[in-house]
């Protein structure tokens, strides 16, 4: 009787031990599962609040902002720490003002639509000039600190740029931060390692009212190479805080020089522009190569299929600040020339992986131009060795225009040629 009491115990014994069993697994699959609902809803959540940054900045045609960036160098055997101020206001291509402080240099420069004063606040010195319908002149980077000038302007292009790019990154906790005063509260993302062409940690901070971004935080290892030792490693870091951002702002743009300011006929600048001058590339003149690119719904277009028509084609990338810089002013020539018979469409030399964000920043920002995607093959056709390049066949299939670069009033000009249709495009 013992023996069969013993045994109903066993029994029950093994039966609750696999129910626990069974009981545990269930805990730890509906652990994992929640585990995994909630890094898919903090990614959605990133995507979105980086989603929100980028049509943010594509839609800041007028945009106000100070900007101070503080960078530390350290090695074992240097150590040194500067500051720049940064400072925007710009209601247009041809009415704005940007001040750049550093200890290279400090600069204003200014256009109240119809003239463009560049001022060297050092120096005391400022030049004035007619201002271009493509927007600012900038002087050679050579020039002091006047390459600041040049950051400045196309720092809302790479704001955008910097929150394209999702790869790798997660959120963390949301942080607050003081300017003047008044509390910004802000989601914090760490952006993926190498997503942006570098080996850079950068963490961001995204104001959550209107979703730009107030503060940049990154750090990077850099090999110092020693002739006379071993290589050694230095480290960068480097913080940007915003403590001013105005999407849409109203502001006037008037230059007042100082008492004691002035005039000069430039500021280490030929007036004929001469330090920017390269040489033709050996295709002008030559007839278009023949290749083949991908549209966005998967067919293939020939450039042979646009023969007999006058074609306008950029290659560019969404990794290159200075092609996003251009796009604005291709978008007002494109509205004035395809409606005279010029075909405009772009080349992106994305990543295949990377080709829908060519699609989606042209979408932000409303050009509804053709883009084609090259896969390498295209490019080397036309002898491409950086961009933006900006290539006008006309209509015998001739290249008649080819620059690196922002070039818009010689590209006008070339336009013009084209034939009697196209004349007062020049200006």
Avoid at 107 to 121: A, C, K, N, P, R
Avoid at 149 to 164: G, H, N, Q, S
Avoid at 216 to 238: C, F, K, M, R, S
Wanted: proline content about 5%.
């Amino acid at each position: 009787m013992k023996f069969s009491n013993r045994r109903r115990i066993n029994s029950l014994s093994k039966v609750r031990m696999a129910a626990l069993i069974v009981f545990s697994f269930t805990l730890a699959s509906s652990g994992t599962e929640a585990q995994e609902q909630a890094v898919d809803a903090n990614a959605e959540k990133m995507g979105f609040i980086l989603q929100q940054a980028a049509e943010a900045y594509a839609k800041a045609d007028r945009i106000q902002f100070q900007a101070i960036e503080q960078q530390s160098h350290n090695s074992p055997l240097s150590a040194d720490w500067q500051e720049i101020y940064l400072s925007l206001k710009r209601e247009s291509l041809t009415k704005f003002r940007i001040e750049v402080r550093s200890t290279w240099g400090s600069y204003l420069q200014v256009s109240d639509g119809t003239t463009e004063w560049i001022q060297s606040i050092n120096g005391d010195q400022y030049v004035e000039r007619p201002v271009s319908l493509d927007g600012p002149f900038f002087m050679p980077a050579a020039i002091g600190g006047s390459s600041f000038l040049r950051t400045a302007w196309t720092l809302p292009i790479w704001l955008e740029m910097l929150v394209t790019h999702r790869k790798g990154s997660h959120l963390l906790p949301d942080e607050e931060l003081q300017f003047s005063g008044e509390a910004i509260k802000c989601n914090v993302i760490k952006l993926g390692r190498g997503t942006h062409g570098d080996d850079i940690d950068r963490t961001i901070w995204v104001d959550k009212y209107d979703h730009t971004i107030r503060k940049i935080q990154t750090h990077q290892l850099q090999p110092v190479h020693n002739a006379y030792g071993p290589t050694t490693t230095q480290t960068e870091d480097v913080i940007i805080t915003f403590p001013i951002v105005t999407i849409q702002p109203q502001s006037p743009f008037r230059f007042e020089p100082g008492i004691t300011s002035k005039k000069v006929s430039h500021l280490g600048i030929p007036d004929d522009d001469s330090l920017l001058s390269r040489p033709k590339s050996v295709l002008i003149g030559q007839p278009s190569p023949t290749t083949v690119l991908g549209a966005a719904n998967g067919s293939t277009v020939s450039l042979d299929s646009y023969r007999g028509k006058p074609v306008l084609i950029e290659f560019w990338a969404t990794w290159c600040g200075p092609c996003i810089l251009a796009m604005p002013e291709l978008g007002e020539l494109y509205k004035a020339a395809t409606r005279r018979g010029l075909t405009v469409f772009t080349i992106d030399e994305n990543e295949e992986a990377e080709q829908q964000d060519a699609v989606e920043l042209l979408r932000r920002h409303g050009f509804t131009w053709q883009n084609l995607h090259d896969n390498g093959t295209t490019a080397k056709a036309f002898g491409e060795n950086g961009i933006p390049l900006t290539i006008l066949i006309d209509k015998n299939g001739k290249i008649v225009f080819y620059e690196v670069g922002i070039r818009m009033p010689e590209l006008r000009a070339a336009i013009a040629k084209l034939g009697t249709p196209f004349a007062d495009l020049a200006n």
